[in-house]
Nanobody
Framework: QVQLVESGGGLVQAGGSLRLSCATSGGTFSTYGMGWFRQAPGTDRECVAA????????FYPGSVRGRFTISRDNAKNTVYLQMNSLKPEDSAVYYC????????????????????WGKGTLVTVSS
């Protein structure tokens, strides 16, 4: 059974930084594409960063490109999301997700692409 556990969320002032981590277990992490999604109250869940199984391909939507960086450490079965220059509109619950077949990605993956999900970590950016 694949488990994903996010950590690193919290309260930060606008302009600040946070680093989220997602530790995985129970699967073959090095073969999974990994994504970070977020969902604010009343909005749809959206992908903010994705990295393919090898780490060689990354996708970001325009809203976070240049501010967020996704990375992975296959030796630690962990994926990270470095978030800089945070804005109040970045406030949301952030979820880690895994896709068993990231070779199909041609752009930012959607919710339906992902096979496994964590329970989320809350990020609040104050103005």
């Amino acid at each position: 059974q694949v488990q994903l556990v996010e950590s690193g969320g919290g309260l930060v002032q606008a302009g600040g930084s946070l680093r989220l981590s997602c530790a995985t277990s129970g699967g073959t992490f090095s073969t999974y594409g990994m994504g970070w999604f977020r969902q604010a109250p009343g909005t749809d869940r959206e992908c903010v960063a994705a990295i393919n199984w090898s780490g060689g391909i990354r996708f970001y939507p325009g809203s976070v490109r240049g501010r967020f960086t996704i990375s992975r450490d296959n030796a630690k079965n962990t994926v990270y999301l470095q978030m800089n220059s945070l804005k109040p509109e970045d406030s949301a619950v952030y979820y880690c997700a895994a896709d068993r077949d990231s070779n199909k990605w041609s752009s930012v993956p959607g919710i339906a692409d992902m096979d496994y999900w964590g329970k989320g970590t809350l990020v609040t950016v104050s103005s």
